[in-house]
């Protein structure tokens, strides 16, 4: 199972923690990402992180702005969102990738947090 | 990055119909092509992995294919279902940036 939580509703160029605490296996077997969908629209790859923890991924739109982490201790996976924009408003679904490929398909997901950024 | 392209953007359909919808890729990304069924309020939830590979638990009358090409691909549904009017995304993970599909929204003729 992912839960994430941490999304909320903050000003342009505001900041908020993602998290995404996992249960049923441990976040360092698995490649880990974050996917946003924007109100009505549809879905898009934000970030990603190994297995291993060692390499990280980003989208362009989101690159030097986002953080992706994670603390095995706590078996869970961070976002770091900074510096906000209006278009980072989307609800964020954390996500595994399921077979073992990298980049994958993402074969569980949690239920999404809500991130929204007044302009 | 690769541009995946779904068509059509909704289709209409009654139970028990035969429906396909189509995904290409901007360029080649071999057979590494997901599909994913999301209803609306949900996550979305993954149906076929390596373009025709059937994720578990997902009924037989989805099915996936490609031309060969590794540029055009295919989900159909067979039999439609009343649990199958939903929203599909086709996502390639040939490479990074992951990419998907601008979706197909299935609805009820």
């Known amino acids: 199972q992912l839960a994430e939580s941490g999304g909320g509703s903050v000003q342009s160029g505001g900041s908020l923690r993602l998290s995404c605490v996992v249960s049923?296996?441990?976040?360092?077997?698995?490649?880990m990402g974050w996917v946003r969908q924007a109100p009505g629209k549809g879905l898009e790859w934000v970030s990603g992180i190994t297995e291993y923890g060692g390499t990280t991924y980003y989208a362009d739109s989101v690159k030097g702005r986002f953080t992706i982490s994670r603390d095995t201790s706590k078996n869970t996976v961070f976002l770091q969102l900074n510096s906000l924009r209006a278009e980072d408003t989307a609800l964020y679904y954390c996500?595994?990738?399921?077979?073992?490929?990298?980049?994958?398909?993402?074969?569980?997901w949690g239920q999404g947090t809500m991130v929204a950024v007044a302009s | 990055d690769i541009q995946m392209t779904q068509s059509p953007s909704t289709l209409s359909a009654s139970i028990g119909d035969r429906v396909t919808i189509t995904c290409r890729a901007s360029?080649?990304?071999?057979?590494?092509l997901a599909w994913y069924q999301q209803k609306p309020g949900k996550a979305p939830k993954a149906l076929i992995y390596?373009?025709?590979?059937?994720e578990s638990g997902v009924p037989s009358r989805f099915s996936g294919s490609g031309s060969g090409s590794g540029t055009e691909f295919t989900l159909t549904i067979n039999s439609l279902q009343s649990d199958d009017f939903a929203t599909y995304y086709c996502q390639q993970y040939n490479i990074y940036p992951i990419t998907f599909g601008q979706g197909t929204r299935l609805e009820m003729k």
């Open positions: 049923g296996f441990a976040v360092d077997n698995y490649a």
């Open positions: 390596k373009t025709s590979s059937l």
């Open positions: 360029r080649d990304i071999s057979d590494w």
């Open positions: 996500a595994k990738f399921g077979h073992g490929y990298n980049p994958d398909v993402f074969d569980l």
